[in-house]
């Protein structure tokens, strides 16, 4: 197990952390809460996070959302399951010389892969060398043997993923998964490509917990927020 330090470049994203709008840290706090409604008598101890295309804020949505678990004292695991174009490990300022796709694959062991980064309470396992057949990966026994090892060890899972019109890992992942949060960045996906993401998801028979928009700006003086 290492532990991530430094210099982050990344860390406007990390307003949960660093406080820079309060706004915006209690919008990730609100939607925590929401989450929780929303599992009903269900828990949700897996937590896909997706987005219909990429650049619409996934990533930074489930950091700041897995800082707000932390902050709770609650054991918390990021996982970067976006093995196409992972970002986590530039958030984080953490290295993926091993990482998810190192265990898939039975090249590492598990305690090299995860890191323990400069949030209290918070280890990610980033997605690892980028690898040929992340489909063919992610559609594997091995994911949910891998789930199932780290359940135990953690009071909350967040797995960023693909887009799902992107590529088909989302709703591989999701049936794997107890709850999915689905994020539209507002005014840049069209209607048409939302509704079919969330057929998509349906079909693979996901548990899909919510939608957050982003990127709406307030009506009043406030600046714009996620």
Do not use: W
Not at 13 to 30: D, G, M
Not at 76 to 103: E, K, M, Q, W, Y
Not at 151 to 160: E, Q, T
């Amino acid at each position: 197990m290492s532990v991530s330090t430094g210099k982050n470049k990344y860390k406007y994203r990390l307003v949960s952390h660093y406080n820079s709008n309060p706004i915006i840290t209690e919008a990730y706090r609100t939607l925590r809460t929401n989450i929780q409604f929303a599992s009903g008598n269900h828990e949700i101890k897996t937590l896909l996070v997706t987005s219909t295309i990429p650049n619409e804020g996934k990533s930074t949505t489930i950091s700041n959302l897995a800082m707000t678990y932390a902050e709770m004292n609650k054991k918390v695991l990021l996982i970067d399951a976006d093995l196409r174009r992972p970002t986590l490990h530039r958030i984080f300022s953490s290295s993926t010389r091993f990482g998810l796709s190192n265990l898939l694959t039975n090249q590492c062991k598990l305690e090299d892969a995860i890191t323990e980064t400069f949030v209290p309470n918070l280890s990610l396992i980033t997605s690892g060398p980028l690898i040929s057949n992340p489909y063919e990966l992610l559609g594997s026994n091995r994911v949910e043997e891998l789930l199932n090892q780290l359940k135990p060890l953690y009071d909350m899972i967040l797995i960023d993923s693909s887009p799902v019109l992107a590529v088909s890992d989302s709703q591989l992942l999701s049936v794997k998964c107890d709850g999915v949060l689905y994020v539209i960045n507002y005014g840049k996906v069209k209607r048409a490509a939302a509704q079919k993401a969330i057929t998509s998801l349906s079909h693979a028979e996901a548990n899909v917990l919510g939608v957050v928009i982003n990127n709406k700006k307030r009506i009043d003086h406030e600046a714009a927020y996620y």
